[in-house]
């Protein structure tokens, strides 16, 4: 039996996230927070990146029923499985890096270990650092793999990345202490929900325009017939009673498929990623929730 404490903050520092991750959720937290339902159970994210909403849950005390943290991506499900289960060896790994964090050869030594035989056999902690790491030192932080499954994202050429922050690794670990992790599709979130519980979705964006988004996180792109999918498990988990939010980019597509669901509003969001940088700046943001959401009083 879970004690009461497991999944709240206490007196403790206030948990961040560790990774960069394109479309993080960290400037929408004000719309996204003032649209949850006033209770839930279990807290389920399957397209977690850097989890913002699930960080500022878990400060806020209303994990209580517990969490499912999951991606697609098996290189990041990696990262969170290292911090929640071998914090220090993992800051131990960092601090090494970190020697090296301003040196360009090395980091194109570290983001070709996915090219070489044996990058399967190196152990899971190895691939978590080396996944941080670059993801400190790339380019925007982009995690970004060719159609071989490679990491690709150039060298960012900051003067002084901060690779290693054990205060909020540690913190995080504890975040994440009794957090169920899993790597698959978001569809196989079907098989974990229960009434009651709440599922956010934040699934790559479906682009703007043809140069504006960026959606390739995995090595396949998310594209009109996963947000076709989306939408028909949005309404199978609101008729099963589940409170179900989901945040996209506002285009004709997504108008279209839910255009039936009467909770929606556009805000407003600035894209930090894009492949042309004359282009970066405020957009329309689309928040869909599967449940009537309560006034700010
Ligand atoms: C917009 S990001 C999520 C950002 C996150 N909410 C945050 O605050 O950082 C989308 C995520 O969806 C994941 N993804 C892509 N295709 C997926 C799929 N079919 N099933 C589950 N996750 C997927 C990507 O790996 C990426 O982490």
Redesign the pocket.
């Known amino acids: 039996m879970m004690s009461q404490s497991s999944f709240t903050a206490e007196a403790q520092a206030t948990a961040r996230?560790f990774i960069k991750?394109?479309?993080?959720?960290?400037q929408l937290l004000p719309e996204l927070s003032r649209r949850l339902p006033r209770r839930f159970r279990r807290y389920h994210?399957?397209?977690?990146?850097?989890?913002?909403?699930f960080f500022y849950l878990y400060n806020e005390g209303l994990l209580q029923q517990g969490a499912v943290l999951?991606?697609?991506?098996p290189e990041?499900i990696l990262c969170y499985q290292a911090v929640r289960d071998n914090v220090e060896q993992l800051i131990e790994l960092l601090q090494e890096h970190a020697i090296h964090r301003s040196d360009s050869d090395y980091f194109l030594q570290i983001r070709k270990w996915d090219r070489q035989p044996g990058f399967e056999q190196r152990s899971d902690i190895e691939r978590a650092a080396r996944t941080i790491f670059l993801n400190r030192t790339c380019y925007n932080g982009l995690y970004r793999l060719n159609n071989k499954g490679q990491f690709n994202a150039p060298f960012g050429y900051y003067k002084n990345p901060l690779i290693c922050d054990a205060d909020n690794l540690r913190t995080v670990s504890k975040a994440l202490e009794h957090v169920e992790l899993c790597e698959?599709?978001?569809w196989e979130v079907l098989e974990r929900v229960q009434p009651g519980d709440l599922v956010y979705f934040?699934?790559?964006?479906d682009p703007v325009s043809s140069t504006a988004s960026f959606t390739h996180?995995?090595g396949q792109s998310?594209g009109p017939d996963?947000h076709r999918r989306l939408a028909e498990l949005f309404t199978t988990l609101k008729q099963r009673g589940v409170y179900v939010m989901l945040s996209n980019s506002h285009t004709p597509l997504t108008r279209e498929l839910y255009a039936h669901h009467p909770e929606k509003s556009t805000v407003l969001a600035s894209r930090k990623i894009n492949c042309d940088g004359r282009k970066r700046g405020s957009v329309e943001e689309l928040i869909v929730c599967s449940y009537q959401v309560e006034p700010v009083v």
């Open positions: 996230p991750w394109a479309g993080g959720k960290g994210e399957p397209f977690v990146g850097g989890a913002a909403l999951s991606d697609y991506n990041l698959g599709d978001f934040d699934p790559p964006y996180y995995t998310f996963d």
